[in-house]
């Protein structure tokens, strides 16, 4: 099987949230065309609409009037977005208003006080489950600049800060040890906001105006591009090109990566959209070659990190935060049922030298997951628990929404190492799926 193709994928994930957001504060209207329509996306439309934002959609254009925002009047429910949970946290604190966040099973289990303790720091009145959702947050006027120094690469965090400083009385400083997503500053400068980034500090001062309108065509997300990638990088003799990708350097360590291991990206129609790098970028299958990942490069392929295969983590002296254990993609063999080759399975990566002291597993482990096709038709995936950790098998049929919904998909802090097969029966309405197994540090 070979690739021969030109695709083009929804917009990337991180700029579809700012631009709802910031849009939802700008003065005049903006225009938004590509923007990623998973559930997380529309946990932050609603949300803001919640709060008195003006957004509606006309099939792909979603046009965003800015105005003053307002406490919402019932909780404000994330679903399972992380992303939309933090950041909202500081742009919501830099309005001065009142508004509680809530989230479902998995996110309440996401620890928030990387977001919570800069926050209080700048003044912001802030009340948690034990540094979990909910959250309550009370409006507050004497919201003050702050100098905070990162302790982990985290655009999330970051950004949550940077929003906040939007509504301080004097400038905020954030310091970061490690280069992270920096959407957050390349919209706030298109945008018209005071913002200065020099090396690793970034500084933002309070807004004296609202901040511009505009319109964008969202370039395609490269973690939901990936996986065609890597498949096409794979299959010698393929050629694939993804048309308006996002470009941005601190998101472009998988192609730097694939480069590292033989293979080229050729990048053709560049261009800046609203600040923002992308252009097309074309790739050709051909024989590929191991190699290590050094730690800096982490933060820049943190969700490429299950595509590749026996990472080496070198210069790991300080801790990781991973958020989540990913493992490496396999390709499933062809079955008789057709399944075709559309199946993608979690298996066998290794990932060492972080550290994770508080942990008494000693860390992060190698999981290796098999599988078997029934007589039916429906597949059944197996591997082995760990002691403190949480295991959860996730579908998708498109690599781009990923589901949690299974019966019986998740296996908690089992007391012991416990062998499990987990299955899934043939559904004929559905062509092809994609699964994964995703490990978490049990609090």
Request: charged share 20%.
């Amino acid at each position: 099987m070979i690739i021969n193709s030109i695709i083009s994928l929804p917009g990337d994930k991180s700029i579809s949230h700012r631009s709802i957001m910031l849009a939802s504060i700008a003065r005049g209207v903006s225009r938004i065309t590509n923007l990623n329509d998973g559930e997380d996306l529309q946990s932050t439309i609603k949300a803001m609409q919640s709060c008195g934002a003006l957004i509606k959609q006309d099939k792909d254009l979603i046009v965003v009037t800015g105005s003053s925002l307002a406490s919402p009047k019932e909780p404000i429910d994330c679903g399972n977005s992380g992303t939309t949970s933090r950041l909202l946290t500081g742009l919501l604190s830099s309005q001065h208003l009142s508004f509680s966040l809530i989230g479902d099973e998995s996110l309440s289990k996401r620890p928030m006080n990387r977001v919570i303790k800069p926050l209080k720091e700048m003044g912001c009145i802030i009340k948690s489950n034990d540094g979990l959702l909910p959250l309550h947050i009370d409006a507050s006027n004497s919201f003050k600049g702050i100098d905070y120094k990162m302790p982990i690469a985290s655009a999330q965090v970051k950004s949550a800060i940077l929003l906040a400083g939007l509504g301080a009385k004097n400038p905020s400083v954030v310091k970061e040890l490690k280069h992270s997503r920096n959407h957050s500053e390349i919209m706030l400068e298109s945008m018209g906001a005071n913002i200065v980034v020099d090396d690793n500090n970034i500084t933002v001062n309070p807004l004296s105006s609202k901040l511009k309108s505009f319109n964008m065509d969202i370039p395609a997300d490269p973690s939901s591009a990936a996986f065609f990638i890597a498949l096409a990088a794979l299959l010698k003799g393929s050629d694939l090109t993804v048309k308006n990708i996002l470009l941005n350097p601190t998101r472009t360590g998988f192609i730097d990566v694939l480069g590292k291991m033989g293979v080229q990206g050729l990048v053709s129609n560049p261009m800046t959209n609203n600040g923002e790098s992308c252009g097309d970028i074309q790739f050709i299958g051909s024989n590929i070659k191991s190699c290590d990942v050094p730690a800096h490069m982490i933060p820049s392929i943190i969700d490429e990190i299950p595509i590749f295969e026996n990472a080496q983590l070198s210069n790991t002296s300080a801790p990781v935060d991973f958020g989540f254990l990913a493992f490496e993609w396999e390709l499933a063999s062809p079955s008789p049922y057709n399944h075709g080759d559309n199946f993608l399975l979690v298996a066998d990566i290794s990932i060492q030298s972080v550290d994770t002291p508080s942990h008494s597993t000693g860390g992060m482990k190698k999981i290796e997951v098999t599988h078997q096709f029934d007589s039916l038709g429906g597949i059944n995936l197996n591997w082995q628990t760990a002691v403190g950790w949480t295991d959860q098998v996730e579908y998708s049929n498109d690599l781009v929404t990923w589901f949690t919904d299974l019966p019986g998909s998740t296996f908690e802090n089992l007391a012991s190492p416990t062998a499990i097969t987990f299955s899934q029966a043939k559904d004929p309405d559905v062509t092809h799926r994609f699964y994964r197994v995703k490990r978490t540090q049990t609090p």
